[in-house]
C-alpha cells in the first residue's frame, strides 16, 4: 500500500461538508485518482488515528473552459479542459472526530 501522504491530496471545505460534519460525522477529502475505498480507509485511519464506518467515493469531470483575450487588436480565443479528480466521503465510527483545521483527531 503506497503512503497515507500520496493518497489524501487535501480536504474539502465547504458550508455543505461543515453542516455534515456537525451532523453525521463525514469528511470530504480530495483522494489520488487510482486508489481505492480499503486504501481510503486505512489512509484516514493512519493519518488521523480514527476508526471509519463508511467511505463513498465520486470520480467527478473536469470542465470545459473558454478564454478569450484580446491582444494587439486581435481577438484570441482558447479552450482548455481541468483535469478529472476523486471525492471520497469519509463517515466515522461514533464518538469520533477529525478537527481538519489543526489535523488533530478526537475520540
Do not use: C, H
Not at 8 to 23: A, D, G, N, V
Not at 48 to 76: C, H, P, W, Y
Not at 90 to 104: A, F, N, V
Amino acid at each position: 500500500m503506497a503512503n497515507y501522504n500520496s493518497i489524501i491530496i487535501r480536504p474539502l471545505f465547504t458550508e455543505k461538508m461543515s453542516q455534515l460534519e456537525e451532523i453525521e460525522r463525514k469528511y470530504a477529502f480530495q483522494v489520488k485518482s487510482s486508489s481505492n475505498k480499503i486504501e481510503i480507509k486505512s489512509a484516514v485511519e493512519q493519518k488521523f488515528d480514527v476508526k471509519v464506518e463508511k467511505v463513498a467515493t465520486m470520480n467527478r469531470q473536469g470542465k470545459l473552459k473558454e478564454m478569450t483575450m484580446k491582444s494587439g487588436g486581435r481577438t484570441i480565443r482558447t479552450r482548455g479542459k481541468r483535469s478529472g479528480w476523486k471525492k471520497a466521503i469519509i463517515t466515522l465510527k461514533e464518538g469520533y472526530s477529525i478537527d481538519l483545521i489543526r489535523g488533530e483527531s478526537g475520540v
